[in-house]
């Protein structure tokens, strides 16, 4: 009898209200954003004491400021009184000092309550019991994370296996930040992942990246929660993209393309919608074209968000419950899948 190959099993895709559920929605809000190190934005945007980034993590707004001693200190961003609001903008100076846009309380820039303005007499009130809400706060290559959990590891613990692959690859953030841009989908942040996380979608989905690379060579491999995705540009392609994506869980992604490099953030903005933030970095000495770079990008996000958006309507139509996954083309899905999965069985 001839000897036949084992083939790897085909995986069963997490099932559809997972990607429909608002009680799903909320349970990753609460055990996955705001228990992991997400991308807030540069530190070369809080140079000065007073200097803020303000992002929404997990549902819940947050506020990154620089001090007067020149450290980073990151609060929730609600007054203690009745939740009012710190800041209103993405970013910006507060000056010297928090006010709250409500009712004028006034916090040092490190969350100290300076003054409860106009309280009033009250028996019980100690203003050392309601500084602002603390939040962890630290950087990685000029880059600004916070987490919600305080009793969360390190930023470097998380971003171990990510360096690492950085450091295999000689990658390096290029010194001139070009823009920032956003998106808005109608779908699920899963669905947009997923997409982001295989390349089995170009040949169909980017007819013009998928003319330029080999999809026969195109590697996915999954690396102590980073995966990486490499494709082999063709002969005499002229693409921005040089073939190169790396994403660290659960919602980090990168970019490379010459001279260049996009990091987005994924995150949830509601049910069945996602946002997308751009950082875009290019190398002016290493002729990088970054406004070949920026419409390469564009496009390709456009494409990605038709896709995706047409997904999310089907898994909520009620007819789709489960489907299947290619063992060749994506096991970074599997592994992404596995996690989610894993969040809500702990959570049951």
């Not at 228990?35 to 549902?59: H, K, P, S």
């Not at 947009?192 to 080999?214: C, I, K, Q, R, S």
């Amino acid at each position: 009898m001839d000897d036949v190959a084992i083939r790897p099993k085909a995986a069963a895709t997490m099932p559809a209200r997972l990607y429909c559920d608002p009680d799903a929605l909320a349970c990753e809000r609460e055990t996955i954003f705001r228990r992991t190190w997400q991308l807030v934005g540069r530190e070369a945007d809080l140079a000065e004491a007073g200097d803020y980034l303000a992002e929404e993590i997990g549902g819940a707004p947050v506020l990154v400021v620089r001090g007067g001693d020149g450290a980073l200190h990151a609060h929730h961003n609600l007054c203690r009184h009745r939740a009012g609001p710190l800041v209103l903008k993405n970013r910006g100076s507060c000056g010297k000092e928090i006010v709250c846009r409500y009712h004028g309380w006034r916090y040092d820039l490190d969350g100290r309550l300076r003054a409860a303005v106009d309280f009033g007499p009250a028996e019980g009130f100690d203003p050392r019991r309601f500084g602002l809400m603390p939040v962890r706060v630290e950087t990685w290559q000029g880059l600004v994370f916070v987490n919600l959990d305080l009793e969360a590891s390190p930023l470097s613990d998380a971003l171990g296996p990510f360096d690492g692959v950085w450091r295999q690859r000689g990658l390096k953030l290029p010194p001139s930040f070009t823009v920032g841009r956003s998106y808005e989908l109608a779908c699920d942040w899963k669905v947009y992942m997923e997409n982001f996380l295989e390349g089995y979608h170009l040949p169909t989905v980017h007819p013009g990246l998928g003319a330029e690379v080999d999809a026969r060579r195109y590697l996915v491999t999954v690396e102590g929660g980073v995966a990486v995705q490499e494709a082999v540009a063709l002969p005499n392609a002229r693409a921005a993209n040089q073939g190169l994506w790396v994403w660290l869980w659960p919602n980090l992604g990168v970019s490379i393309y010459r001279g260049g490099m996009m990091i987005e953030r994924v995150s949830p903005a509601g049910l069945g919608r996602t946002r997308l933030d751009y950082l875009y970095f290019h190398d002016p000495d290493a002729g990088a074209d970054i406004d070949n770079i920026l419409a390469v990008s564009a496009r390709t996000t456009v494409e990605d968000i038709r896709i995706c958006e047409e997904v999310q309507k089907r898994l909520e139509g009620g007819v789709y419950r489960e489907g299947v996954l290619s063992p060749r083309h994506e096991p970074a899905i599997a592994w992404f899948q596995a996690c989610v999965r894993q969040v809500h069985s702990a959570s049951a």
